[in-house]
């Protein structure tokens, strides 16, 4: 089962600030917070990722709350080719461990 | 582009078949997992491999199974395929847990595998 909960579906509007929530209670120390996207029929595409602090990227922000049980994507001017699947994952940094993916969240972004 | 490509990008086999489905990894990665995404779902994770030996599977039969070469590239091989196994099979190349690298997984574009 995915380690992580998010909603099944938002939208926003073109221009506008996109956050993307997701909730991972039972996070494990060593587990970093991934985020990833999937755009109609490609592979999924690495955005950022963050152990407790936040971290701001040319693609997005995330922010993860201090008890690390939560967290927020954020894309901060929203276009159309942002329409996709969101993916929040946790994982270790390396090892052997197998990533779970949950069902995301599709964001369509309207204009 | 992320340096991962995978073929074929799309085969149609029917039911009782085998399939054979191949992944060139990142250059320098040496980890390399795969996936079965349905249609409308996330992907699912089948196995991993690090430099050779599968270090990690998910729930699927034992026919799904893999390889992984000095060269780093993969295959997977499904046996005796059913309806079910209809999807996208995607492949992500990594560094290895001797690396301490990013974590991040690079994936290719998938191969959309019909079974009839």
């Known amino acids: 089962d995915a380690k992580t909960t998010q909603p099944t579906s938002m939208d926003c509007a073109e221009g506008r600030a996109a956050n993307l929530p997701c909730n991972h209670s039972?996070?494990?120390?060593?587990?970093?917070v991934y985020w990833y996207r999937q755009i109609h029929s490609q592979g999924p595409q690495y955005i950022i990722h963050?152990?407790?602090n936040n971290e701001t990227n040319e693609m997005a922000s995330l922010i993860i709350t201090e008890d690390r049980k939560s967290s927020t994507l954020i894309l901060p001017h929203a276009t159309l080719r942002d329409t996709a699947v969101y993916y929040c994952?946790?994982?270790?940094?390396?090892?052997?461990?197998?990533?779970?993916f949950g069902a995301g969240t599709r964001l369509f972004v309207k204009a | 582009e992320t340096g991962v490509t995978q073929s074929p990008t799309h085969l149609i086999k029917t039911r009782g078949q085998q399939v054979t489905l191949r992944c060139s990894s990142q250059?320098?990665?040496?980890?390399v997992s795969w996936y079965q995404q349905a249609l409308g779902q996330g992907p699912q994770f089948i196995f991993q491999?690090?430099?050779?030996?599968?270090?990690g599977r998910g729930n699927f039969p034992p026919r799904f199974s893999g390889l992984q070469f000095p060269n780093y590239s993969s295959e997977l091989n499904v046996n005796a395929l059913e309806l079910d196994d209809s999807a996208l099979y995607l492949c992500?190349?990594?560094?290895?847990?001797?690396?301490?690298?990013?974590?991040?997984?690079?994936f290719g574009e998938g191969s959309r595998l019909t079974v009839l």
């Open positions: 491999y690090y430099r050779e030996e599968e270090n």
């Open positions: 994952i946790v994982r270790p940094l390396t090892g052997g461990f197998k990533t779970i």
């Open positions: 992500a190349s990594s560094w290895g847990r001797d690396r301490g690298k990013t974590g991040e997984l690079f």
């Open positions: 963050g152990l407790k």
């Open positions: 039972t996070i494990s120390g060593n587990e970093y």
């Open positions: 250059s320098g990665h040496n980890t």
